[in-house]
């Protein structure tokens, strides 16, 4: 047959043309030496305006756009002068003063004051999204915001409507939504009042290291820097976060050097890396708390010895190791490592027959635990697991899988009898767990304080909720501190929660890339300090 | 009886016509089972789309308020009408995570799919038509053995699987082609402020702007997802191939034409082609169809901004109106590419008419 060789013949000039005139691009593998590029599931940006981004890749996008009164050092995660200069709080305990740094402009070259300041904050109320309720915890409304919150000049008042602690505001104004935006240029792209909202989802209008360049939902953010930056100007022009969903895919492009950043990988890809000289993995931890709950409706969950029992029936730092494979780190009390206030100290472990011991003290005969776990891989792993130790000690589980959103329905309900759960923090101040986990005002039904983790479980904390809503209240840091301590003590031996690990986050850098700071269970990425 | 002027029943044109109107309405008949069956899905799924939008820290009056917009307290059939009705009128409802039209969304996202698997099937076909006409002309061959044995594998390996080991091989270590995503990071920061988004599609647009640099890395980014698409499309094409030539060459008008000395060449390639060309016409178009919403996986690994990974991103985050949206969109695509199949095959073949 004549017609083979012919085909043959014209295909492979065509495939040789092709890769000829193409090689130079195809050899353009390595990231551009002015750009970070970074791998990153971001299909959960829902807005980068900051009075409305709540979640974990807006965030990271508005903290490098973005600076509030008050900052976080992205090294030492303490709290340091943001745009504010200094502030004080007036003896009456509702009245703060800012004295706003001088000098400082944003992207557009406005400069900023405390009017553009105040303006901020009061949008942040009226427009009233997700993350708006951490301002509205110091009794702002949209109707009382302008005469709560005023600047003018080099000087800003806060006023709250009650005598807080003082670190409770300054650790909520760190938050994406006390960012201050450039109130001139914002205010001309108002849209039917919405206060230039819809603008902001895909514009910056910051002082941040970065201005937004682009946007494109699902597949990438383009940062570019800004010249003059009050914390000295970024060491990287440019920041390219790619959409990656896939981990084993970053993987391949940080293996690669396609990227200089991996965000997403698994604890399986960060296992795969290990040994290879190009990447380094860096070790943080994040916010979120892994924890048990048990529903006191059920009275053998009102048993303290039985609850001690199940705390000594737990294989935490063998789950940590095998099964989440570094994804967490053992840790037992409900503020995160990185809060005021939190323990580090890890005093269970597992040891059967201590929680044998407890479990026949106790006398509840032959218990059964219907542990409610939502059906993804690594929920499922540690609730075998937990299965398994408890059974050893003597306690029966049934497992009762299903989906997320089911689950979470069934919990506020006050409808499961046990749950495996994750929590995690809306906010760096400790304030934010201390009320869910250890404040129930209302234990009845009628209540439906869903928003309290104690309520969901008919878990009344008596004297806790007293000490949590004190401690919002102590002025004096270092007593503020101590009180949390205590309530996580307490708690952590009387109530019906079991706190297991905080999650780790693994973060894969090719080794030429230094100071990248992700920001631990309080911050979000900083870019700006980034080399490569 | 019908006097001379008007056309007879058995016209063909009429017949045509005829069979044409009743494919059409069984294609409407068909788009309705299609939203029937998703608008079920919907409401049974285990996951409920109140939550799902308000997530942990809703209050019951926010419940409450979201239940009568989303209007899950009409009855069935009436939330049924209103479904269908906003379908036929472009309302493909809402995204819970983007708060965008998912009509919108897909229009954005489906262009994407539809380059690379228009690539993937041309791909196939490229492939899968000669090869499957060689190893009917030589049956039992090792070529025949071979392109049997490939199109096997084609049929058996899950596509998740190819597309993670072909990148590895080609690109992980060999670095013949591109990697994920649709081109290297530098080109893709570029891509919208040099190449105006016409078409969406990156090899199309590009060239349009003149930017051949980015035009070449993007076939070397768009040859890998896309010859596993054709991979997958080739095997059943080839099969099919196969199948239908070994058929034709044992006809009668075969045999005369080789009796009468024509050249074996022109008696595959015209004679028995021409009537292989009509039932393979229908396995193009379905394998064309099948690769449009299996792109899913393939889209998830390579990173491409397509319509399968824009469902499957909703998907994990229970955002119900874009899976959904998502999911009337390659329906209707499949009901239309069946009609068109449908009508090239009656264009093709005069006994079908």
């Known amino acids: 047959m004549t017609y083979l060789p012919f085909a043959r013949k014209a295909g492979a000039a065509v495939l040789a043309a092709l890769l000829l005139g193409s090689a130079p691009a195809a050899l353009m593998a390595a990231t551009p030496a002015d750009t970070l590029v970074i791998a990153a599931a971001i299909d959960d940006i829902v807005s980068l305006d900051p009075a409305e981004a709540y979640e974990f890749s807006g965030l990271d996008v508005v903290n490098n756009t973005y600076d509030g009164l008050v900052e976080i050092n992205p090294k030492t995660l303490q709290l340091e002068p943001g745009l504010a200069a200094s502030w004080s709080v007036a003896d009456d305990g509702v009245t703060y003063t800012f004295k706003m740094k001088p000098g400082i402009t944003f992207s557009s070259g406005n400069p900023v004051t405390a009017e553009a300041a105040a303006w901020s904050l009061q949008r942040a109320v009226k427009i009233n999204k997700t993350p708006a309720f951490i301002l509205n915890q110091f009794g702002w409304t949209k109707d009382n915001v302008d005469s709560m919150i005023s600047g003018k000049g080099d000087t800003l008042t806060i006023k709250v409507d009650k005598p807080f602690a003082p670190t409770f505001l300054y650790n909520c104004l760190t938050a994406g939504v006390a960012s201050i935006v450039d109130a001139e240029t914002v205010k001309t792209h108002d849209a039917n009042g919405d206060m230039g909202n819809e603008w902001l989802k895909n514009n910056s209008a910051g002082t941040g290291a970065y201005t937004l360049k682009s946007f494109k939902p699902n597949e990438g953010i383009i940062l570019e820097m800004r010249p003059g930056y009050w914390r000295g100007d970024a060491k990287i022009k440019n920041v390219f976060v790619q959409h990656i969903p896939e981990a084993a895919t970053e993987r391949l492009q940080l293996e690669k050097g396609d990227v200089d950043v991996a965000r997403s990988l698994t604890p399986t890809d960060v296992a795969g890396l290990q040994g290879n000289k190009d990447v380094t993995i860096q070790n943080d931890v994040g916010g979120q708390v892994y924890y048990m709950a048990f529903n006191q409706k059920n009275e053998n969950y009102k048993n303290a010895k039985f609850l001690d029992a199940m705390r000594w029936a737990i294989d935490y730092q063998g789950m940590a190791d095998t099964i989440m494979k570094g994804a967490v780190i053992p840790h037992q009390s409900f503020l995160p490592q990185g809060y005021l206030g939190a323990l580090d100290d890890l005093p269970y472990k597992l040891d059967i027959p201590k929680a044998k011991e407890l479990l026949k003290e106790s006398g509840v005969k032959d218990p059964v635990v219907t542990i409610s776990v939502r059906n993804s891989a690594d929920r499922m792993d540690v609730a075998q697991s937990i299965q398994n130790t408890f059974g050893q000690a003597g306690i029966k589980v049934d497992l009762k899988v299903g989906e997320g959103a089911e689950q979470l329905k069934e919990y506020r309900a006050r409808l499961h009898d046990a749950t495996l759960q994750t929590w995690g923090p809306d906010y760096p101040d400790p304030n934010t767990n201390s009320s869910t986990f250890a404040e129930n005002p209302n234990n009845s039904d009628e209540a439906k304080a869903t928003g309290y983790l104690a309520w969901r479980n008919a878990y009344d904390p008596g004297e806790l909720t007293a000490m949590s809503q004190a401690a919002v209240m102590e002025r004096d840091p270092d007593k503020r501190k101590a009180m949390y301590e205590e309530i996580e003590k307490k708690h952590r031996e009387t109530s019906p929660f079991i706190l297991m690990f905080q999650q780790a986050r693994q973060t894969g850098v090719r080794s030429n890339v230094k100071d990248l700071y992700t920001g631990g269970a309080v911050d979000a990425v900083a870019y700006w300090l980034a080399t490569k | ?353």
């Open chain 2, 1 to 353: 009886m019908a006097d001379s002027s008007t056309v007879p029943e058995h016209h063909p044109a009429l017949r045509f016509f005829r069979q044409s109107a009743s494919t059409v309405v069984s294609l409407i008949i068909t788009f309705l089972g299609l939203l029937a069956v998703t608008f079920v899905i919907a409401r049974i799924v285990p996951t409920d789309p109140v939550m799902a939008i308000l997530g942990e820290r809703a209050t019951a009056e926010q419940i409450a308020t979201e239940r009568t917009k989303l209007g899950l307290d009409d009855p069935m059939w009436m939330q049924f009408g209103i479904y269908v009705n906003d379908v036929f009128h472009g309302d493909l409802g809402t995204s819970i995570r983007t708060r965008e039209p998912v009509l919108k969304e897909v229009g954005h996202y489906f262009p994407a799919t539809l380059e690379l698997s228009t690539l993937g099937i041309l791909i196939g076909i490229v492939i899968g038509v000669p090869a499957g006409v060689l190893s009917a002309t030589k049956p039992g061959s090792l070529l025949d053995q071979a392109v049997r044995l490939i199109g096997l594998m084609g049929y058996s390996m899950p596509v998740f699987w190819l597309g993670l080991m072909g990148l590895l091989l080609f690109y992980g270590h060999l670095g013949w082609v591109g990697g994920p995503g649709r081109l290297d990071s530098t080109y893709d920061m570029m891509l919208d402020f040099k190449v105006p988004a016409v078409t969406h599609m990156i090899l199309i647009d590009t060239a349009l702007a003149g930017e051949w640099d980015m035009f070449r890395n993007a076939i070397f980014h768009i040859i890998l997802p896309a010859s596993i698409l054709g991979y997958l499309s080739m095997a059943y094409i080839s099969r099919m191939t196969r199948s239908f030539m070994l058929n034709e060459l044992g006809q009668e008008y075969i045999t005369t034409a080789r009796v009468k000395g024509m050249p074996e060449r022109r008696v595959v390639w015209v004679h028995a082609m021409r009537n292989v060309a009509v039932p393979l016409i229908t396995v193009i178009a379905l394998s064309y169809a099948s690769l449009l919403e299996g792109a899913v996986l393939t889209e998830t690994i390579f990173a491409w901004p397509g319509l399968g990974r824009y469902i499957t991103d909703a998907l994990m985050i229970n955002d119900m109106p874009a899976v959904l949206g998502g999911t009337v969109v390659v329906g209707a695509v499949y009901i239309g590419i069946n009609m068109v199949s449908d009508f090239l095959y009656r264009l093709a073949d005069p006994r079908a008419r």
